[in-house]
T-cell receptor, first 114, second 115 residues
Framework: EPEVTQTPSHQVTQMGQEVILRCVPI?????FYWYRQILGQKVEFLVS????????KSEIFDDQFSVERPDGSNFTLKIRSTKLEDSAMYFC????????????FGPGTRLTVL | KNQVEQSPQSLIILEGKNCTLQ??????????LRWYKQDTGRGPVSLTI???SENTKSNGRYTATLDADTKQSSLHITASQLSDSASYIC????WGSGSQGNLIFGKGTKLSVKP
């Protein structure tokens, strides 16, 4: 069964460093999303992406964040200068259509900023 | 502000017993409500999706209900199994939210099923 994959599973970085989190959505899906979940807190929407551009973003998704679909299969989230408070689990999701359609989530990347 | 509140925060039940988890939301305008199961350290997995016109939906031993008038939903788990131990998250989508389906998550109910 096709699934969303994410790499790495765990990333440790120093404050101020840039990180790139990678996701491979399900191959026939057209809509892509990033969410984050700070330890012990609820999942929060970051950004949605369709047709090679951002569709919607939350107030969390500030200028430090960017997304890209560089090669037609990968979907990346870049954090330019990490802060301690960026430590969280980052989930990628995708679906075929937006609206009332199931979003399939990846296993997540745990980002630890020291 | 759009919010999704869940209760209880945590629940412990014995294997084989039934349980019901609650969700209240203030999201408006409403598009759909989803229940997800999230195992520790894993991504959420969809259990059910309901639009405003649906008031019940089942997926195996999971049955979700929706009352769009009172903005309440419940998830009933029948004959619980040890593998049901997880967080159950209620998620609501706002109608017309960029048309891209970004979701508003509750904090989840942490269910522990004991032998």
């Amino acid at each position: 069964e096709p699934e969303v994959t994410q790499t790495p599973s765990h990333q440790v970085t120093q404050m101020g460093q840039e990180v790139i989190l990678r996701c491979v959505p399900i191959s026939n899906h057209l809509y892509f999303y990033w969410y984050r979940q700070i330890l012990g807190q609820k999942v929060e929407f970051l950004v949605s992406f369709y047709n090679n551009e951002i569709s919607e973003k939350s107030e969390i998704f500030d200028d430090q964040f960017s997304v890209e679909r560089p090669d037609g299969s990968n979907f990346t989230l870049k954090i330019r200068s990490t802060k301690l408070e960026d430590s969280a689990m980052y989930f990628c999701a995708s679906n075929v259509l937006a609206g009332v359609n199931e979003q399939f989530f990846g296993p997540g990347t745990r980002l630890t900023v020291l | 502000k759009n919010q999704v509140e869940q209760s209880p925060q945590s629940l412990i039940i014995l294997e084989g017993k039934n349980c019901t988890l609650q969700c209240n939301y203030t999201v408006s305008p409403f598009s759909n409500l989803r229940w997800y199961k999230q195992d520790t350290g894993r991504g959420p997995v969809s259990l059910t999706i309901m639009t405003f016109s649906e008031n019940t939906k089942s997926n195996g031993r999971y049955t979700a209900t929706l009352d769009a008038d009172t903005k309440q939903s419940s998830l009933h788990i029948t004959a619980s199994q040890l593998s049901d131990s997880a967080s159950y998250i209620c998620v609501v989508s706002e109608w017309g939210s960029g048309s891209q389906g970004n979701l508003i998550f509750g904090k989840g109910t942490k269910l522990s099923v004991k032998p």
